[in-house]
Each structure stands twice: as C-alpha cells, then as structure tokens.
C-alpha cells in the first residue's frame, strides 16, 4: 500500500507546485520549448508525458478539469501518430505514445477503441527483422519496446511480439564468467559520444544500458510471462552488474560506462545513470524474481547513495531524469518498499531540494532545467515528462498522495499492475 511520505508545511508546499504546474502546462504555449518543437507528442518532452501527468493529477485530486486536459492531450499525440513520420523509441518515438495510450486505457480511461493496434504492428514489422543487432537500451531500444508490449498485454499479438523480443535479447546477449552483457556499439551513440567512444562500450546506466534490459525481464516476470530462460537471464544480467562495482572507497558503487582498457570512474547519483537508478532496478527484479538478496542488495546501495556528499551527487535541477525530484521519488520507492527510515530522509531532503530550487516567474512554474551539455550550459523551462515540469509533478504527487504512482514503471522502478 502506498502512503504519502510529506507532511505540514512541505506537503502544503508541494500541493502550490502542483497546482502552478497544472496552471502552466494548462496553457498551449508551455508545450513548446527549448527541447521540443510545437506539436511535439512525445512521451520524454511532449503531449503524452503531460498527458499523464493531468492523468494521475485527476485521480489524485477529484472534480478538477485535469482528467479532461489529460483526455486532449491524449488524443493531440494520437492524432500525430499519423502525421510526423516519429522513431520507434519508447521516450522519443511512438512506442512511448503507445504506452502512455494503454496506461490510461488500462488505469482511468475506458476505450471503446485499440488506440495502438498501428503500433504494435510497426513493432511486429521490426522485430521481424531477425537477422539484424538492434539497440537493446530502455529510452530508445528494445527494452523500451518491451515495456510498449507489455502495456499492451491482453491485446493483439502482444505476447507473441515480446516472446520474440525476449529470445532476441536472449541470443544476442554475451555470456562469460561474470555472467550476461550487451554491448553498446559505437554505432547506437550519438555522434559527438561516437568520436569520444569509436569502439563502443559497456553502458550501465538505466536509461541506456544493461540495467535497462534487468528491468524489463523483472516487468516481464512480475506480469506472469513465463518464457524460458527469463529467470536464468536475469540471474547473468545481476551477477554481471554487481562483478563490476567499483572498489569501496571509491565515492560511487557502479561507474556508467565501461570502456575496454580504460580506468572506471564513479559517475552521480541519478536515475539515469547512477548508483541510484540501479537500486531501484535492482529492487524491482528482487521482488519479480523471489530474491530477497537483491532487494537486500539495492536497499543498501540506496542507503550508501544517501549518505553521498552533494558534490559527488552532480544535481543541477529538480528534472526526473537527473535531478532533484527524481532521486527523491526513487528514494520514496525504495522506502515504500523497504520501509527503511534512512530513505524516507532522504525522499523529504530530495523533495526539498527540488522545491527550494522554484523561482516564481522563471522556467515552468518555477522550474527550470539545465539542457545541452559541458561545452553549451543553458537553463530553459522544459514542460516534458522526463526532464521537464510534467515528471517534477508527477514525483511532487505521488510523495502527498495516497495514489501509487504506476507511472515509474517507465522507470522501472515498479511492476506492471
């Protein structure tokens, strides 16, 4: 059961972030920013990530207008479905329209309809590609078009399509003593990370490498999926991910990349990459799998991530993603799940932070969020779900809300309900 972890003046606070953001992203111009393009339906920084945002808004709030705002922009992504020639990626593509659309339908919105018949076909047209080596990452891979599928479940061919997807991970993933990998081919980078990285790597962040893939397979079990070799898999992806913590004192447990014949390098506490995001990961596929060990496993190296100074943290915002209020809703997960009081501090001084950082008049009701890289730093108020005001809302909900926030399955911080 899930329980609202702010209180008095905090949970006040938060209820006035929410309603500024509602306010905000209720105004047509919000949706167009620094990061997206108007009309842009995307799940990361369009339509659908505010969509579900209004969504979980409506359900923890009654009687408001939100559900019906969250209807609109709903149907806006659909409809552009059909007009903007999109990738198929879970954060960036249709997939991720998809699951936002089978979401809703499956959690406060009957549908008379198969919104996502059209995707789901595009998806079994890609995964009949057999012969080819596909990206395997959460945001924009396989992992992510599993997560599609798995909305989907009950409907069309959705199980036949993730059986296949699963097989295919299966078979391209390398298998050696320390367990089971992916490579990340030079090729799947972006360019300027392609010149840095021409031999590719090993990634370990959730939102583009390994972790992503144990996530998925933790979802696919929780969800009933018995495909052979599911448990077997997920045993070689944990013991390949916990033989490449780094050595204790070093000031993260896991670096973000591996790079053959190069020093590891702790990397921040983050969902995407980081100590933290594996946690949660981590947590998920204990309770999936029945290993009590590695939730055991990811609340301590929650715990250590707690205690970790704000330096080495590398927070620059409240975004989802990498910032303030994502870390806190990880920390609120993984103490709903533990019960551990370290996390529960954690959560509150997380949820803090992102709070404190508001500056009326600036940004997204308050918000602003660092966007472009090292080498062209810039602030801009961002509406989107996951670096934007949408996700800041929807991590502000759910820690003042008796509602349990089903949405971070796309974080794969929780199971499919």
Known sequence: MWSPILEGEQASEAWRAIEEIEAALSRPEALTSASSSPGDATLANGTAGVALFFAYLDAARPGSTAGDVALSLLSEAIDALGEARLPVGLY???AGIGWVADH???HFYAADDDLTLAIEEALAELLGRVDEVQPYELIGGLAGYGLALLERRGKGRALELLTALLSHLEKSAERGPEGCAWYHLAEWLPAAQRLLRPNGC???GVAHGIPGVLGLLAQARAAGLDHPGLADLADGTVAW??????PAEEDSAFPALILPGEALEPTRTAWCYGDLGIAAVLALAGRSFARPEWVAEAVSLAGRASQ??????GVVDACLCHGSAGNAHLFNRLYQVSGNP???????HGFGEALASREPGKGVAG?????????????????GFLVGA??????????VSPLEPAWDQLLLASAPA
Do not use: K, M, Q
């Open 367 to 383: 918000f602003e969020v660092w966007i472009g890289d090292r080498n062209d730093p810039r602030r801009s108020g961002e509406p």
């Open 202 to 204: 090993y990634n370990l």
């Open 241 to 246: 991910l916990l033989a490449h913590r780094l």
């Open 104 to 106: 809703l339908a499956r």
């Open 308 to 313: 970790r100074p704000p330096a080495g943290v």
């Open 390 to 399: 949408a996700g800041i809302g929807l991590a502000l909900l759910a820690a």
């Open 92 to 94: 960036g593509g249709f």
């Open 342 to 348: 370290e996390l529960l501090v954690a959560a509150r």
